[in-house]
């Protein structure tokens, strides 16, 4: 046993026992060992391997749709990732640069967008990868148990995929299934439970040993009928067509919004109050208004007797007297707000000090 003094510099004088050998100084275990993230590096694809799976007629057709519902290309860059992984089964960089092209923006951006979100795949997994939420309510419930059943019914450690490239097991985080916890998804689909052939996540059924290894029977009859991969699916679980694309593209159907479809925020809490100077008005608009308007309801009629900067606090209408009643509208940009409510002008209340009697003050 070695004796360290004055290893921790905010205790003076400390001694600490170090049992772990003759050498006090060892070698902490890297990143990969202590989190998991024991994968060797990816063996990426080159354009050429993966060319003959993006540059199909039926890809082509699905990129053409997506782009034709954004005004900018880069809009549609989430959608056109994953059906590059939708038809390779993951995302190698060559297929996230084709996606970067497609979509008008630079590779960089494209690469951060696909590593931001966990639904894109950055290696290849088996056929069913199986996600185990591992998030507060699962935690609770058991996850950490279930996840340990499913890794040695399959023989699996983090990360692995089973020999015959049938299944892959990652832990996630929350899959907003939290009144089933602990919960899991098949590829894309909720899983909880089979019935009628079918994976099914009803409400309240947790994952089970039980449910779970009829789960894995499920995967091994789905790999039986199917021998060659999954049957094809509506990406992005079936995006409804002929839509004609965005306003302003060649063939659209669609129509610009009408601006009154959804008018900005009224000005609220008008209030008008009256002295010798005129009425003066307050009032709440919100930040995003482009211009402001006071009008006045004269034998009635409402008309215009102003225009506030629309950072200024108060208006003041010089002609105002008690019961003229005010209104003030919002504009932002094209978009006119609802009138505010009506104010009617009433006395401003005297200050405290002016209300209280006056005593004269002996010398």
């Known amino acids: 046993m070695s004796i360290i003094k004055g290893a921790i510099q905010d205790v003076a004088n400390n001694t600490l026992a170090y049992t772990h050998g003759a050498n006090p100084v060892e070698t ?47 809009g549609a860059l989430l959608e056109v990732l994953w059906i590059a992984q939708d038809a390779i089964g993951w995302l190698p960089h060559e297929a996230i640069r084709w996606a970067a092209d497609v979509c008008a923006c630079s590779p960089a951006h494209a690469y951060g967008v696909s590593t ?16 185990f939420c591992h998030n507060v309510s699962c935690h609770l419930r058991g996850a950490e148990s279930m996840l340990e059943y499913a890794r ?46 079918e994976l099914v ?17 499920w995967c091994y009859a789905r790999e039986e009928k199917f021998p060659n991969a999954e049957p094809p699916r509506e990406v992005l679980g079936g995006v409804v067509k ?22 900005p925020a009224p000005v609220l809490d008008v209030v008008a109050l009256v002295d010798e100077n005129g009425a003066t008005l307050t009032w709440k608009s919100a930040p995003e208004c482009t211009e402001l308007s006071v009008e006045k309801n004269m034998n009635g009629s409402w008309t215009e007797v102003g225009k506030p900067g629309v950072k200024d606090k108060t208006f ?8 003229d009643e005010y209104r003030m509208i919002a504009t932002s940009g094209t978009r006119t707000a609802k009138p505010s409510p009506v104010s009617k002008a009433k006395a401003a209340p005297l200050p405290e000090d002016s209300a209280a009697p006056v005593t004269a003050k002996k010398v």
């Open 116 to 131: 931001f979100y966990t639904m894109y795949k950055h290696v290849p997994t088996g056929r069913f990868l199986l996600q």
């Open 242 to 263: 002929g839509h004609g694309g965005h306003p302003g593209a060649p063939g659209a159907t669609a129509k610009p919004q009408n601006p009154t479809y959804a008018p």
């Open 316 to 323: 003041v209408d010089a002609s105002g007297k008690i019961g």
């Open 28 to 74: 902490l275990p890297s990143p990969a060992e202590q989190f998991g993230h024991a994968n060797p590096i990816q063996k990426q694809p080159t354009w050429a391997e993966i060319a003959p799976k993006l540059e199909t007629a039926a890809i082509k057709a699905r990129v053409a749709d997506m782009l034709s519902r954004y005004p900018v290309k880069q």
């Open 152 to 197: 040695k019914s399959l023989n699996l450690k983090p990360g692995e995929t089973t020999p015959d490239g049938l299944f892959t097991i990652v832990e996630v985080e929350c899959l907003a299934a939290c009144g089933n916890a602990p919960a899991m998804l098949v590829n894309d689909d909720y899983a909880t439970d089979v019935e009628n052939g």
């Open 201 to 217: 996540m009803k409400p309240g059924v947790c994952l089970t040993p039980e449910r779970f290894d009829k789960i894995l029977q």
